[in-house]
């Protein structure tokens, strides 16, 4: 009875497998990497990552007189060319004659932390800022009860993908949902996490206390 | 060596480097997409994990050691926080605002959609993958003792609802 429950639930994930129809995204992956090698996107659609990149891009970098003088250039593809149409989805809209390289200094972007880092066990909404290792994040609920203490300076290390101390973040409010992120050496240099715990292992999960 | 020795060799381990991603990339998109959108119940958000994964290996390319195991434990881990996301939205969507769901656009694994994500991910594991306890157990970095009652309660929830 039991092996043919497990036969049946073979055949049924092999079938459901087979009608994923997977598409080749490796052009799209050079293209993400040109356009944003330091923070990911949070993406609502695949297609939506080159103007997203542009714009967080835009903010992540001091020098936008540059980048404005260089008009109607398009951005550089590299050996995968270009990429279709996109639509932007950030916290502002913006205009819909988005010029090819838009002076985006205060729209936030809501970025996730690099190499998919958690924070006290949870994916926090972060905003990229002018510094490309520092981030404004937030979560929903500290994960657990705090009681009426202050925690504004609490400090937390992230975890990225493979469960590695990737940086730190300080609490900036007092039931500790708003952060100031920092990534690598910065966290270091910020005194939120030691040198020698960085890139040390660490569950993913939160642990109390 | 002079200036442009050291220029064509930076080239040629360039586009070794290339090659060598897209290689990798090529036999193992396919699968892991396909085992994510299992894990995940929708195919458009299982590339897009995927899809993200990918990208940051090919930012660190010459530096993984071992890019078979790193992706696996990478695409889990987008997964589980994936599920973790569906269940914050699933909640309050349905409280607040049904109308704003944003899950499930292209649902598959239908059967699987009532199972908690670490259930779902041990029936796609041991199932689809083909992993044993202790396998499951180390790609879901849990102690190999909750395998079995994940596993088992799974197991249940599928007896009922297998047609």
């Not at chain 1, 050996?79 to 996109?86: Q, T």
């Not at chain 2, 995927?50 to 790193?70: A, C, K, L």
Request: glycine share 8%; net charge negative.
């Amino acid at each position: 009875m039991t092996s043919t429950l497990e036969h049946e639930i073979a055949v049924y994930l092999r079938s459901q497998a087979q009608r994923v129809e997977v598409t080749d995204e490796l052009d799209a992956i050079e293209n993400d990497f040109l356009l944003l090698p330091r923070a990911r996107v949070v993406l609502r659609h695949r297609r939506l990552a080159p103007v997203l990149g542009v714009a967080a891009a835009m903010l992540m970098i001091g020098g936008l007189a540059v980048v404005a003088q260089r008009g109607g250039e398009t951005l550089p593809g590299g050996a995968f060319g270009s990429v279709p149409d996109p639509v932007v989805d950030v916290t502002a809209t913006p205009p819909a004659n988005l010029a090819p390289f838009p002076v985006a200094t205060d729209v936030p972007v809501e970025v996730l932390l690099p190499d998919g880092a958690v924070l006290n066990g949870v994916v926090p909404s972060c905003i990229a800022t002018a510094d490309p290792g520092v981030f404004e994040c937030s979560i929903d609920a500290f994960p657990e009860p705090l009681g009426t203490l202050d925690y504004t300076g609490y400090t937390s290390v992230i975890v990225d993908d493979t469960s590695h101390v990737s940086g730190g973040c300080r609490a900036t409010n007092s039931d500790a949902t708003e952060y100031l992120c920092y990534v690598g050496d910065r966290a270091v240099d910020e005194f939120v996490v030691s040198s020698g715990y960085l890139g040390q292992y660490s569950p993913r999960e939160y642990a109390a206390g | 060596m002079t200036d442009t020795d050291h220029e064509t060799e930076r080239h040629e381990t360039e586009r070794h480097v290339d090659a060598s991603f897209s290689d990798f990339y090529r036999a193992e998109l396919t699968g892991q997409v396909r085992r994510a959108a299992l894990m995940v119940g929708s195919p458009e958000l299982a590339h897009d994990l995927v899809h993200d994964v990918f990208v940051e290996m090919y930012r660190r390319w010459s530096t993984i050691d071992e890019p078979g195991p790193y992706l696996n434990r990478s695409v889990l881990n987008r997964c589980r926080d994936a599920g973790r996301a569906r269940s914050r939205r699933t909640r309050l969507s349905d409280h607040l605002r049904p109308d704003l769901a944003v899950w499930d656009s292209e649902p598959i694994a239908d059967l699987l959609h009532g199972l908690a994500f670490n259930q779902r991910a041990v029936i796609v594991l041991r199932f689809y993958v083909g992993l044993s306890n202790v396998e499951i157990a180390d790609a879901l970095d849990c102690p190999p003792g909750s395998v079995g009652p994940w596993l088992n309660r799974a197991l249940e929830h599928l007896r009922k609802v297998m047609p």
